[in-house]
């Protein structure tokens, strides 16, 4: 392969790519590099404004080939799912590669001094477990569908670090994400053996970024210092620093593309190098 036939890997000129929680704030970043590399762009959101807002913003910063557009849609309902397939089947065909960004923790179901683990209520414990693993599952069904039918196609879950080492304090989301990287190795295997070994799928698991689900979990409200549980991570984080969103494009584009060819089942941690490290 020469230097051209190499760095065209990352050209993704005519590639549709979904991103579910394309307007958040790692999703936006994973959409603005894409449309940079040339991709049609798809952010799924429920929430129109502020996907609108994005896919201006984007769209006004770009001038390649690459275009963004919102579509609406909750990944745990299946209806708006199929709905959102027609909308994007009618401006850019049919969905090459699936980023599932949508997911979470809600404070709702993290422990506080206040809260037991034996008090935590059953629909935050379900919205949780739901929306991290059931909304990472439905977009494969809905959009995998067209991709085991075309016998191509690209799926990347977004897991988390604490799917392999649980954290304190968020008992739903380490077990939903856990399942996520199981559910990522299931789907590759199914995927490769069933119906085409040119469909992948992947899973990203990015460490510790400061967004604003995790913000008053790693830094005071009032001060902005680091709270216990902050330099905790610190602490543990080799590379002595939280994570930027601009930190995931790397891995997140060399899976989606040609050049991970040949990878599929895998979960790749984005966490400088916090699960490596036994803390000794
Ligand atoms: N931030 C971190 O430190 C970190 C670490 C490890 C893993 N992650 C994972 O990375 C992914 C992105 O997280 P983030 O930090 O970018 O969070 P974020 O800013 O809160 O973005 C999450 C997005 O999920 C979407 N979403 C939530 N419920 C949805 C539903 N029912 N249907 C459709 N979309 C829904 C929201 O979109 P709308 O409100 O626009 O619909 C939101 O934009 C998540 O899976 C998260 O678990 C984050």
Redesign the pocket.
């Known amino acids: 392969m020469n230097q051209d036939e190499f760095q065209s890997l990352y050209d993704f000129t005519g590639r549709t790519v979904l991103i ?9 970043e994973i959409a603005r590099m894409l449309v940079q590399c040339n991709a049609n762009v798809v952010i ?4 129109q404004e ?2 609108e807002k994005s896919m201006a913003e984007i769209n006004a910063d770009v001038k390649g080939k690459g275009r963004a557009i919102f579509a609406q ?5 299946i209806n708006t799912l199929q709905q959102a397939k027609e909308t994007i089947h009618s401006q850019f065909g049919d969905v090459d590669i699936l980023i ?6 809600h404070s709702s179901a993290t422990t506080k001094p206040d809260i037991s683990f034996f008090d935590l209520p059953l629909d935050a414990l379900r919205h949780v477990g739901d ?2 693993l059931l ?1 990472t599952i439905l977009p494969c069904q809905v959009f995998g569908r067209g991709m085991a039918e075309r016998s191509e196609g690209v799926i990347l879950n ?5 799917a392999f080492r649980p954290l304190t304090r968020i008992p739903a ?1 380490s077990a939903a ?1 856990a399942a996520v990287n199981n559910f990522t190795q299931w789907l590759a295997v199914h995927m490769a053996q069933n119906y085409s070994p040119r469909i992948r799928v992947n899973a990203i ?10 913000r008053f979990l790693l830094t005071d409200k009032d001060s902005g210092e680091l709270t216990a549980r902050g330099k905790s991570v610190i602490a543990h984080t080799p590379m002595n620093r939280f ?1 930027t ?1 601009e930190d995931l494009l790397g891995a997140t584009i060399w899976l989606i593309s040609p050049a991970a060819a040949f990878v599929t089942g895998t979960v790749i941690p984005i966490d400088g190098g916090f699960s490596a490290f036994s803390g000794v």
């Open positions: 579910t929680g394309g307007a958040g704030v790692l999703g936006i799924l959101s429920r929430n502020r996907a849609g909750d990944v745990l309902e599932n960004a949508a997911g979470g923790n929306l991290n909304g977004v897991s988390s670090m604490n989301y994400k698991a990015p460490g510790f970024f400061i967004t604003e689900q995790n994570g969103p």
